[in-house]
C-alpha cells in the first residue's frame, strides 16, 4: 500500500510558473516509478511525466517537454513537478501515481493521490 499527497496547485497567469510536489509514503518499495497526470473537465486523464526513483529514467509528453521538469528527492520520498511558461490550456487537476515501471497510461499505475487544481489565466 502506497499513499500518495499532492500539493502546490493554484491560481497562475499564464507564463507563470508552479512548482507541484508528491510526497509518497507507505510500502513505497514496490512502487519503482511515479508519474504526473492532469485531467481537465470532460477530458480524458493524460500523461504529463514520469521519472524512477532510481536509475534517472524520466520522460515527458511532448506537449510539456522543454516547460516542465521532473524530479525527485528519495530521502524525502517526494516527487516534485517544475511548471515553467505554463499557458491556459495547462488548467487542470494534476494527480500524482506510483507503479512498478515507467508508463503513459493510467491504467499502469496501482496508487493515486487525491489530485492538486492548477489554473492559469490569460
Known amino acids: 500500500q502506497v499513499q500518495l499527497v499532492e500539493s502546490g496547485g493554484g491560481l497562475v497567469q499564464a507564463g507563470g510558473s508552479l512548482r507541484l510536489s508528491c510526497a509518497a509514503s507507505g510500502r513505497t518499495f514496490s512502487s519503482s516509478a511515479m508519474g504526473w497526470f492532469r485531467q481537465a473537465p470532460g477530458k480524458e486523464r493524460e500523461f504529463v511525466a514520469a521519472?524512477?526513483?532510481?536509475?534517472?529514467?524520466?520522460t515527458y509528453a511532448d506537449s510539456v517537454k522543454g516547460r516542465f521538469t521532473i524530479s525527485r528527492d528519495n530521502a524525502k520520498n517526494t516527487v516534485y513537478l517544475q511548471m515553467n511558461s505554463l499557458k491556459p490550456e495547462d488548467t487542470a487537476v494534476y494527480y500524482c501515481a506510483a507503479g512498478r515501471i515507467i508508463a503513459t497510461m493510467p491504467r499502469g499505475y496501482s496508487y493515486w493521490g487525491q489530485g492538486t487544481q492548477v489554473t492559469v489565466s490569460s
Open positions: 521519472i524512477t526513483w532510481s536509475g534517472g529514467g524520466s
